[in-house]
């Protein structure tokens, strides 16, 4: 009996969901320790310093969303989607900045940001890819 490709549910997006909010997790707990940014306003403030919300929420559940969109794009679409995600998040990171969530070291460099999550998702995206075919 043949495997039936799974539906359109979150199941296959697991591995990417948790390597997504592992790395956030790490990264943030990395830049803090370094620090270069800082979270004033965070979830359990006396336990984490780092905002466990965007981590193990925001993040996943971002990426299951963009893991979709990506596998339905061509490549050439999907590499302007990556660069335009990216660029939003440098300019959401500063609108954090302006609300007091976020708190950036003086010699900060927002294309610090861009980058990092062209990589980011790259690396995801990359890893989802593996799994799925792995599974195959």
Known sequence: MQKKPSQ????????????????????????????????????????????????????????ILLLKIMQRCK??????????????????EKVAEDLGLFVHADDWNHLNTFVGYCVFIGLVYAFHGWVKRERE
């Open 8 to 63: 359109i549910g979150i199941k296959s997006y697991i591995p990417a969901m948790l390597l997504a909010s592992l790395l956030g997790t790490y990264l943030d707990l990395y830049y803090v320790g370094k620090e270069l940014y800082d979270f004033p306003i965070r979830p359990l403030p006396s336990i984490f310093t780092i905002n466990i919300g965007f981590t193990l929420l925001v993040l996943p559940i971002t990426m």
């Open 75 to 92: 490549s050439w679409l999907r590499v302007l989607l990556v660069l335009f995600i990216s660029l939003a998040m440098a300019v959401m």
